[in-house]
């Protein structure tokens, strides 16, 4: 099956800091997604990004499909951002909705 | 973005006993949806995809017999763990999506603890 990798899996920020979570996949792909688990275990879509680029606020994020990678980008952390990142991605041809996760990266963003 | 609920959000129950969740699409229908399973700092992996309509397909390890599941409307999926064990003990997730292919939406998951 395809393998997602996150990179890097604990990170600690200082509050206002910058940070870029990566996430490689092995295979094409026609689904990948970003979300951000809370502390009660609820996943947040943050981006479905299959190709480009988008932003939403603080947060912005790049795929590039032919490269197999896309990035996260947090600007100016708050200690609210903190919590466990996964991306998430689908085959294409193997059924859109059949998310793989990665084994996200754990985000600690003290005062 | 579309709505997923699960219920219930928590339950504790006796070893041998069954627990059903509800995961409900609120705004939309979906004739597939998954159902995710969390170990305690890991990542969420698929258990099995449900089918409105039809049988469950599930991922290659998951004993169907112990989590049944069904479909039985456009809006509702359910998973009932059967004679549940303390290594059932998990965070339960589902997700479905709007249409074939795009963007899927997660319910706020169930934290099964079995005594």
């Known amino acids: 099956g395809i393998q997602v990798e996150q990179s890097p899996p604990d990170l600690i920020l200082q509050e206002g800091a910058n940070s870029t979570l990566r996430c490689n996949f092995s295979?094409?792909?026609?689904?990948l997604q970003w979300f951000h688990q809370n502390p009660w275990g609820q996943l947040i879509n943050l981006f479905y990004?299959?190709?480009g680029t988008k932003q939403n606020g603080r947060l912005s994020a790049t795929t590039v499909a032919t490269e197999r990678y896309s990035l996260l980008y947090i600007s100016s952390s708050q200690t609210t951002d903190s919590g466990v990142y996964f991306c998430?991605?689908?085959?294409?041809?193997?059924?859109?909705?059949?998310?793989?996760f990665g084994k996200g990266t754990k985000l600690s963003v003290i005062p | 973005g579309a709505v997923v609920s699960q219920h219930p959000s928590r339950v504790i129950c006796k070893s041998g006993t069954s627990v059903k969740i509800e995961c409900r699409s609120l705004?939309?229908?979906?004739?597939?949806m998954f159902w995710y399973r969390q170990f305690p700092k890991q990542s969420l992996m698929l258990m099995a995809t449900?089918?409105?309509?039809?049988?469950?397909?599930?991922e290659q390890g998951v004993e169907k017999d112990k989590f049944l599941i069904n479909h039985a409307s456009l809006t509702l999926s359910t998973l009932t763990v059967t004679s549940a064990h303390p290594e059932d003990s998990s965070f339960y997730i589902c997700?479905?999506?709007?249409?074939?292919?795009?963007?899927?939406?997660f319910g706020e998951g169930s934290r099964l603890t079995v005594l």
């Open positions: 295979d094409s792909v026609n689904n």
């Open positions: 998430a991605v689908a085959l294409i041809g193997a059924g859109s909705y059949q998310l793989t």
């Open positions: 990004i299959p190709s």
């Open positions: 449900s089918n409105e309509g039809s049988k469950a397909t599930y």
């Open positions: 705004d939309f229908q979906a004739t597939t």
């Open positions: 997700s479905a999506g709007q249409g074939a292919g795009g963007e899927l939406f």
